[in-house]
Nanobody, 123 residues
Framework: VQLQASGGGLVQAGGSLRLSCAASGRSFSGYAMGWFRQAPGKEREFVAAVTWTDGLTLYLDSVKGRFTISRDSAKNTVDLQMNTLKPEDTALYYC?????????????????WGQGTQVTVSS
């Protein structure tokens, strides 16, 4: 299984970015996919998750209404649309896959991880 995250960059506060995670190596039917982030000096934290089969979602409270997670089964991608970005959203963002298909929020509940993509929001 390989997860390849992309789409990070530098944006001003209030702007938008769309991250994409390309998943390969197997069928992800029954899986759940998540996005996590890690800011300098802080622990990695859950941001959002989506179930592959039926598209159920879960979000970190501080990103609700600003971020949207979605999956495209035809392309095998999971996207994170981030709007109204704030400086505190600055972090390295990771995508991950969970074989149990649950909307999990803990790092140990995910089985596969991609490399991070940097998001920097300037004030």
């Amino acid at each position: 299984v390989q997860l390849q995250a992309s789409g990070g960059g530098l944006v001003q506060a209030g702007g938008s970015l769309r991250l994409s995670c390309a998943a390969s190596g197997r069928s992800f039917s029954g899986y759940a996919m998540g996005w996590f982030r890690q800011a300098p000096g802080k622990e990695r934290e859950f941001v959002a998750a989506v179930t592959w089969t039926d598209g159920l979602t879960l979000y970190l409270d501080s990103v609700k209404g600003r971020f949207t997670i979605s999956r495209d089964s035809a392309k095998n991608t999971v996207d994170l649309q981030m709007n109204t970005l704030k400086p505190e959203d600055t972090a390295l963002y990771y995508c991950a896959a969970n074989r149990r298909g649950t909307l999990a929020t803990r790092l140990f509940q995910y089985d596969y991880w991609g490399q991070g993509t940097q998001v920097t929001v300037s004030s």
